[in-house]
């Protein structure tokens, strides 16, 4: 349905600290290298680009806005989470389910270090 999401960072080094142990935990790798950028995805060709603002203004986070991975177990989600917790991001739900989506849902949510949910 789409062809990547891009967040914003301050921090390139930073967010690449964060992003690379964080997006492994759910089996997502760098397919290759852009200058300015981090890359991130999976087979299915789903990409997240994390990126230094392309107007040299500071990213900021978008209010109401977030990005769902799909994890492929709840251990995957704790693991998500607690590799998010050790490398800088800031909780902001922790593991368990969520009955207001539906009976099954479970999730994590977390904030990265430039505040990206």
């Known amino acids: 349905m789409y062809s990547h999401v891009t967040l914003g960072t301050r921090d390139l080094e930073r ?8 997006l492994a935990t759910l089996g997502l790798g760098q397919p290759f290298t852009l ?12 990409k997240l680009f994390i990126v230094e603002p392309f107007d040299g203004r500071p990213a900021t ?4 806005t977030h990005v ?5 177990s709840r251990a995957a989600v704790h693991a998500f989470h607690l590799a ?5 991001g800031s909780d ?8 207001h989506y539906h009976a099954h849902y479970y999730a994590a ?9």
């Open 84 to 88: 998010a917790m050790r490398h800088g």
């Open 61 to 64: 986070q978008g209010n109401g």
């Open 15 to 22: 967010a690449r600290r964060f992003y690379a142990p964080v």
């Open 35 to 46: 200058a300015g950028a981090l890359v991130f995805g999976d087979a299915q060709g789903m």
């Open 68 to 72: 769902a991975l799909t994890a492929p």
């Open 109 to 117: 949510y977390v904030r990265d270090p430039d505040g990206n949910k």
């Open 92 to 99: 902001a739900g922790i593991p368990g389910l969520r009955p």
